[in-house]
Antibody, heavy 118, light 107 residues
């Protein structure tokens, strides 16, 4: 069974860069797209972008200037960096596997809450 | 970006009821429409992909239909564990976008 687990700081200061890692177990990251999705507490879901196992990326235009996604196939993990964090970036951050053929996100991590505060 | 609009935003229903949630896209997305269920404190879970295909393990009381710009998720007979928030999402074109959610509450 594929499992995803996000890790990273729970608290980030304004204007700092957030770095999160998603470790994939029970399956290979090869052959799949991996998305990051975030959700402010009590609000809806926002797709941030995806990274293919080859390293190709596709970012949401609303975040494109601040976001970087990468993969490390040797460690079976994907990573997210989001720069210039503000309070509006406070959210649960999820990594998720994209199903084949744009068929949605079939496996999700449990999510990690990131709070932006000084 | 493609806008996804769900209705209703919230819904009260009883165990055993038949419930339908609607999702409309601002332009045609063919059948690239997925439905998720999210319970408090949990990650979303995919129920339906490609408008009407069941994800493995999803109970048969859930069904999806539609194409183009109009889609529905139907729960044929509500069970207690179905009370949750439901989201639609288009994966026709990036940026992938979600509906605002429909919160299904116990009457």
């Amino acid at each position: 069974q594929v499992q995803l687990r996000e890790s990273g700081p729970g608290l980030v200061k304004p204007w700092e860069t957030l770095s999160l890692t998603c470790i994939v177990s029970g399956g290979s990251i090869s052959g799949y797209y991996w998305s990051w999705i975030r959700q402010p507490p009590g609000k809806g879901l926002e797709w941030m972008g995806y990274v293919y196992y080859t390293g190709n990326t596709n970012y949401s235009p609303s975040l494109k200037s601040r976001v970087t996604m990468s993969v490390d196939t040797s460690k079976n993990q994907v990573s997210l960096k989001l720069s210039s964090m503000t309070a509006a970036d406070t959210a649960f951050y999820y990594c998720a596997r994209d199903g084949i053929g744009a068929s949605g996100h079939d496996y999700w991590g449990q999510g990690t809450l990131v709070t932006v505060s000084s | 970006d493609i806008q996804m609009t769900q209705s209703p935003s919230s819904l009260s229903a009883s165990v055993g009821d038949r419930v339908t949630i609607t999702c409309r896209a601002s332009q045609s997305i063919s059948r690239y429409l997925n439905w998720y269920q999210q319970k408090p404190g949990q990650a979303p879970k995919i129920l339906i992909y490609a408008a009407s295909s069941f994800q493995s393990g999803v109970p048969s009381r859930f069904s999806g239909s539609g194409s183009g710009t109009a889609f529905t998720l139907t729960i044929s007979s509500l069970q207690r564990e179905d009370f949750a928030t439901y989201y639609c999402q288009q994966t026709y074109i990036t940026p992938y976008t979600f509906g605002q959610g429909t919160k299904l509450e116990i009457k």
